[in-house]
């Protein structure tokens, strides 16, 4: 068995694990035979984990950041299309026993990159002659580099109050950029779906479900974290619908399915309190909630409907789904800043749920999902203009604290 061959072997419900399905084509509206009208149950990928070799994860195994999700081609889907290097992120200390995996080293700076290597695989795979997705931002740029990287067209639904330089961003990969109303998103890419022929790469179900493929890319997340620290005592990740989530436990359930270790991290949803749906869906122990959306910076992340992987991964992990109100996402943030670290609102929200909870063991990982390149307000300047002259000059440092 080489490295480079995927031990995919089929898709399996998250609503009954009995039942399966063939590996093509992927179903992204989900299990039709659990889902309800009212709830839509994901389908997962499983794989012959009798086949893996014993050297994937080998503390000796060397690999080169530009191998990217190839490294782990065994544990994912076919990997079809070429890949930006993604992955590899680096694993900071941040403090003693808190590590931040920062995920803005990504190509197009977002963990997003992950899935879309996955999802844009697929798509060839289907011989669909593009890609569509509803984004407020990191997925459709990621989307749009996978997809003129592949040689894809891709179009991309996304809000009215789009940022100006995620526009510019967008625009760049060659993406037909759509922004329309929020909730009129996902009605037209299912029409562009239906009529077009384009492979959707988000969500289509009443309650997320997302691509089959997508989370498999996250869980390359938890490999390199425990190739890195082991199995940290709980990993805090920013959730929207909750693919991140559920691809980090996953990966680390694998981990200990392969016998390479006896216990797995709490996992922590956090997420903007504007809308919280997985927080409400496991107040509730119900499979999915929908939620009223207040306004909130953390766009990236805010989402009406959660999804059952997120439920899952906070259950059977023993983790919490925690509810972050904007100044404590700010706070972190901040922190970050001062760190050398400069991440998205959205993306700050790992560490902002650790200082919510306090001491939940050590170490900890926080997971930091994107740059701050991404946030609202960039693209509009800050700094006022200084007047050439010593005086002035030395007004403003003396202003910003600094004494001589």
Same mark, same amino acid.
């Given at each position: 068995?080489?490295?480079?061959?995927?031990?995919?072997?089929?898709?399996?419900?998250?609503?009954?694990?009995?039942?399966?399905?063939?590996?093509?084509?992927?179903?992204?509206?989900?299990?039709?035979?659990?889902?309800?009208?009212?709830?839509?149950?994901?389908?997962?990928?499983?794989?012959?984990?009798?086949?893996?070799?014993?050297?994937?994860?080998?503390?000796?195994?060397?690999?080169?950041?530009?191998?990217?999700?190839?490294?782990?081609?065994?544990?994912?889907?076919?990997?079809?299309?070429?890949?930006?290097?993604?992955?590899?992120?680096?694993?900071?200390?941040?403090?003693?026993?808190?590590?931040?995996?920062?995920?803005?080293?990504?190509?197009?700076?977002?963990?997003?990159?992950?899935?879309?290597?996955?999802?844009?695989?697929?798509?060839?795979?289907?011989?669909?002659?593009?890609?569509?997705?509803?984004?407020?931002?990191?997925?459709?740029?990621? %989307? =749009? $580099?996978?997809? #003129?990287? &592949?040689?894809?067209?891709? *179009?991309?639904?996304?809000?009215?109050?789009?940022? @100006?330089?995620?526009?510019?961003?967008?625009?760049?990969?060659?993406?037909?950029?759509?922004?329309?109303?929020?909730?009129?998103?996902?009605?037209?890419?299912?029409?562009?779906?239906?009529?077009?022929?384009?492979?959707?790469?988000?969500?289509?179900?009443?309650?997320?479900?997302?691509?089959?493929?997508?989370?498999?890319?996250?869980?390359?997340?938890?490999?390199?974290?425990?190739?890195?620290?082991?199995?940290?005592?709980?990993?805090?990740?920013?959730?929207?619908?909750?693919?991140?989530?559920?691809?980090?436990?996953?990966?680390?359930?694998?981990?200990?399915?392969?016998?390479?270790?006896?216990?797995?991290?709490?996992?922590?949803?956090?997420?903007?309190? %504007? =809308? $919280?749906?997985? #927080?409400? &869906?496991?107040?509730?122990? *119900?499979?999915?909630?929908?939620?009223?959306?207040? @306004?909130?910076?953390?766009?990236?992340?805010?989402?009406?409907?959660?999804?059952?992987?997120?439920?899952?991964?906070?259950?059977?992990?023993?983790?919490?789904?925690?509810?972050?109100?904007?100044?404590?996402?700010?706070?972190?943030?901040?922190?970050?800043?001062?760190?050398?670290?400069?991440?998205?609102?959205?993306?700050?929200?790992?560490?902002?749920?650790?200082?919510?909870?306090?001491?939940?063991?050590?170490?900890?990982?926080?997971?930091?999902?994107?740059?701050?390149?991404?946030?609202?307000?960039?693209?509009?300047?800050?700094?006022?203009?200084?007047?050439?002259?010593?005086?002035?000059?030395?007004?403003?440092?003396?202003?910003?604290?600094?004494?001589?």
């Amino acid at each position: 068995m080489t490295a480079g061959i995927s031990l995919a072997t089929r898709q399996r419900s998250l609503g009954d694990p009995d039942i399966r399905y063939p590996l093509w084509p992927p179903r992204t509206h989900g299990c039709p035979r659990t889902s309800t009208s009212r709830v839509s149950y994901p389908v997962e990928v499983d794989y012959d984990y009798e086949r893996v070799p014993a050297a994937l994860f080998s503390p000796t195994r060397t690999a080169r950041r530009a191998d990217g999700l190839d490294r782990w081609a065994p544990l994912l889907p076919p990997l079809s299309a070429p890949g930006l290097g993604e992955g590899g992120t680096p694993l900071i200390e941040f403090e003693p026993g808190v590590y931040l995996k920062d995920e803005s080293r990504n190509p197009t700076w977002s963990h997003k990159d992950r899935l879309n290597r996955c999802t844009t695989s697929a798509a060839l795979g289907t011989g669909a002659p593009g890609i569509v997705v509803a984004s407020s931002g990191n997925h459709g740029a990621s %989307a =749009a $580099a996978f997809a #003129a990287r &592949a040689g894809l067209r891709c *179009v991309v639904f996304t809000g009215l109050d789009l940022p @100006p330089a995620v526009d510019t961003f967008l625009n760049a990969y060659g993406a037909v950029v759509l922004p329309v109303p929020r909730a009129a998103r996902w009605p037209l890419m299912r029409q562009v779906v239906d009529r077009m022929g384009l492979h959707p790469v988000s969500n289509l179900t009443p309650t997320h479900t997302g691509h089959p493929f997508g989370p498999e890319g996250y869980k390359t997340i938890a490999y390199e974290i425990f190739q890195d620290l082991g199995v940290p005592a709980a990993v805090f990740v920013p959730t929207g619908y909750g693919e991140l989530l559920f691809g980090v436990w996953k990966g680390f359930a694998e981990l200990r399915r392969l016998g390479l270790t006896d216990r797995l991290p709490r996992v922590f949803a956090c997420e903007p309190a %504007a =809308a $919280a749906p997985l #927080a409400e &869906a496991m107040r509730q122990g *119900v499979a999915a909630a929908r939620v009223e959306v207040s @306004p909130t910076a953390a766009y990236s992340i805010v989402s009406v409907v959660s999804g059952y992987r997120g439920v899952l991964a906070v259950r059977d992990s023993g983790g919490r789904a925690l509810a972050l109100d904007d100044t404590r996402l700010e706070a972190a943030q901040a922190e970050l800043a001062r760190a050398g670290l400069w991440t998205e609102l959205s993306g700050a929200a790992g560490l902002a749920g650790l200082r919510s909870v306090g001491d939940v063991g050590s170490p900890v990982v926080c997971v930091s999902t994107s740059s701050g390149f991404k946030d609202a307000a960039v693209g509009s300047r800050t700094t006022e203009a200084v007047d050439p002259q010593w005086d002035e000059v030395y007004r403003r440092l003396r202003a910003a604290g600094l004494r001589g």
